[in-house]
């Protein structure tokens, strides 16, 4: 594979997993009746932050895989950001669903999408500098 076939995939992954969590909204609200908010339900809450959180986090790791693979990083480095970047978004979702509290889902996926972005961003710069 290509390197822009490598962030491809990832990026292919990822959209797919915001549309899997934007319908867990849509069905959300249905089943509540609720057009605008939460409507004071908790798991609709919960599930709108869910969606929330990941469209805050995905999209900046995302430009940074195409930004890397632009940059002809290894595909090995694309490889170990893409999959912890979609393993973090995955536990974190998983974490939050079943609770708004601390989880070990919660927590791992926050921590490893934290230590992605670092990772990230040390070999953007990396690869635009050398």
Same mark, same amino acid.
């Given at each position: 594979?290509?390197?822009?076939? /490598?962030? *491809?995939?990832? =990026? &292919?992954?990822?959209? #797919?997993? !915001? $549309?899997?969590?934007?319908?867990? @909204?849509?069905?959300?609200?249905?089943?509540?009746?609720?057009?605008?908010?939460?409507?004071?339900?908790?798991?609709?809450?919960?599930?709108?932050?869910?969606?929330?959180?990941?469209?805050?986090? /995905?999209? *900046?790791?995302? =430009? &940074?895989?195409?930004? #890397?693979? !632009? $940059?002809?990083?290894?595909?090995? @480095?694309?490889?170990?950001?893409?999959?912890?970047?979609?393993?973090?978004?995955?536990?974190?979702?998983?974490?939050?669903?079943?609770?708004?509290?601390?989880?070990?889902?919660?927590?791992?996926?926050?921590?490893?999408?934290?230590?992605?972005?670092?990772?990230?961003?040390?070999?953007?710069?990396?690869?635009?500098?050398?």
């Amino acid at each position: 594979m290509t390197p822009v076939a /490598v962030a *491809g995939l990832y =990026i &292919g992954i990822n959209l #797919l997993i !915001l $549309l899997v969590l934007a319908w867990n @909204v849509i069905s959300g609200r249905r089943a509540s009746k609720v057009g605008f908010g939460d409507g004071g339900d908790e798991s609709l809450a919960r599930r709108i932050r869910v969606h929330a959180n990941a469209t805050e986090w /995905v999209p *900046g790791m995302l =430009i &940074g895989l195409l930004t #890397l693979a !632009l $940059l002809d990083a290894n595909i090995y @480095v694309l490889h170990a950001l893409g999959i912890a970047l979609t393993l973090a978004r995955v536990l974190h979702a998983f974490g939050l669903t079943g609770s708004s509290g601390v989880s070990v889902g919660r927590f791992g996926g926050a921590l490893i999408s934290l230590l992605v972005y670092l990772a990230g961003g040390i070999a953007i710069l990396w690869y635009a500098l050398t």
